[in-house]
């Protein structure tokens, strides 16, 4: 092979291996990309974060559907060993649909710090999700919680008339997340003490 | 360049060999040293991550907490998995790539020499940085390999450092890929047009693709969970409005298509010994590139069905139930291919052909409990279960591991100039093969009967069949030594000589160089018929 067959070898390999790093750039962004484009995917299907309401519906005059009685079960859990007491106090009630209802959660800080926590709802099946509407909750906001502090939260909810004719029972489940700032937390450093 | 040489100097070859001492390992930029360096590097990292497997075995010899600790046993199977993947199967394909795509496409060395030097020497730094872990306060990653978030954040000191061997392991990979790629593309000799390419080869095109497109996704992945941890970002934190099950999407998007990367060489070897030793053509050669492409496209779109019991739609779950129930077409296409090939033919039953049939056999039967995972409703059942390590481990270690030995028998009297020697191969391949079916057939029946995956203690009616796996996992560890002695006795260059095409029904152009091959060949292309 002659010299100049060989350089012009080296070249287009060159060429080829720099048109591949692109491809290997363009897929890394393709892994960041992958994020918003899950939000996209969750909102359509409706599950996951996507479509997760942390603002009040719009209060409806809803048609109060008396043949049909729905169980709606209410569940509290807490995030990483926070050291919180979070319960709700009824566990299921039964509604007709179309028809607004207030229960209670109950939570205290069991720190001797301030605490703020954020709850993040979630509602299975997921078919439900679309039609159990939150008028009135305490995730909506951010909820600062002094020293030992306990205080009952209501949510006003209700399960829309749209709900699929099969679904007769509704968990709305609530996680508490430890959100004070860091560097402030009183909350169990989880980092540390894993092993 | 290291291939400067040219047409004239071409009589001076012969005294054109290594540099002498040590560093030649270092500085080599040869593709046959290379390709060395990986196969070595890669036999390291198999018996390092098979000791690891006989500390997983020998706890769960017995119900109970016998022998380590469980947060041992877990650094234990996260190990195992991330040293057997990135540094014993992945590393061995490119050492078979490096030794053979050059010769048999009629190159005098790969496209990018410097770069293939820098691809391996990352390697042992990053298996350093891996493995330096176990050494550290908290001890090495516990959490599986698949590193799933929130868990994956507890990590101890070792975080960093897993993060960065991945890093490290993904870039070298990839630089190992852009340099195959552009060496099939623009090295073949005059002649050797695309369908002409030995299988091979074709086999490490696919897959070279593959991890140009799915390596950097990983390395995207595991920089999320390296920013979640130390830089407040929240990709995967529920509690700053990202999503843990996120992150199971993008791994398995990696996941999945690194599955066919671990397997499609191996494909390719196979369809080069079956026909050297059934002394007649591959049957439907053209069908098997097809199918390998097929293999590779239907990779991208059936990730979830390693995440069934996340909760999907309906329709998502049925979707990727039927995409990976597909794949069974182009794979079965394959078996039956190695099986017409096989078809009164003119058989005989050397080392590698043993293990390509032990290989064309057992895959299958990875490949049937890979379907029974496919079903949804079952897949249910199944999940984290030792069903699931039954399944993988049919197709991993008689699947890529006989394929890569079946490969090192049949080309090691190429490299090395001399036969091994066939009682002891044969014995190896027995022992490896009963070993083989006792250590993993069982772990069927205990995942179906609900042994949980990754747990060092289990339930007393498991303690059998548990025995019979840690027994013959021991067994199977220690006939590889026949194979390191095997391979130690071909280097050091003992044994018959071996002709230049080695096999009476060898083809391919790697056949028509002396043995040992020279340390340059096709300085001047060959002719292509």
New interface residues.
Partial sequence: MSEEQQQQRSKSNLRLAGKLSVLVVAMFGFGYALVPLYDVFCEITGIGPGSVELVAAEEQDWVVDESRTVTVEFTASLNQRMPWEFRAETRTIEVHPGEPHVMTYYARNLRDQDMIGQAIPSITPTRASSHLHKLECFCFVEQLFEAGQGRYMPVRFVVDPGLPEHVDRVTLAYTFFDATPAGTSAAVDVDSTTW | ?AY?A??DEHHDAHHDGPAPGLMRWVTTTNHKDLGTLYLWFSLIMFFVGGSMALVIRAELFQPGLSLVQP?FFNQMTTMHALIMIFGAVMPAFVGLANWLLPMMIGAPDM??PR?NNWGFWILPFAFTLLLSTLFMP??APALGWTMYP?LV????EAFPFLILSIHLMGISS?MG???I??TI???RAPGMTLMKMPLFVWSWLITAYLL??????????VT?LFTDKFF?TA?FS??G???P??FQ??FW?FGHPEVYILILPAFGIISHIIPAFCRKPLFGKASMVYAMAAIAFLSFIVWAHHMFTV???LA?ALFFMFATMLIAVPTGVKIFNWLATMWRSAMTFETPMLFALGFVFMFTIGGLSGLMLAIVPADFQYHDSYFVVAHFHYVLVPGSVFAIMAGVYYWLPKWTGVMYSEVLGKLHFWLTTIFVNLTFFPMHFIGLAGMPRRIPDYALQFTTFNQMATVGAIGFGLSQLIFLYIVIRSVSRAGEKASDRVWEGSEGLEFEVPSPAPYHTFT??PAVR
Avoid: R
Wanted: glycine content about 16%.
């Fill in positions: 360049m400067s040219t047409a947060e496209a990018l770069v908290g001890g929130p954040l507890q990590t101890g990839i890929a852009i340099n790629v552009a593309l623009n090295m140009i497109a799915v390596m950097p996704v990983l390395a995207g992945a999320m407040g990709f529920a509690a409005g990202g999503d099950v996120l999407h993008i998007f909760g999907m739609p998502a001047t292309p």
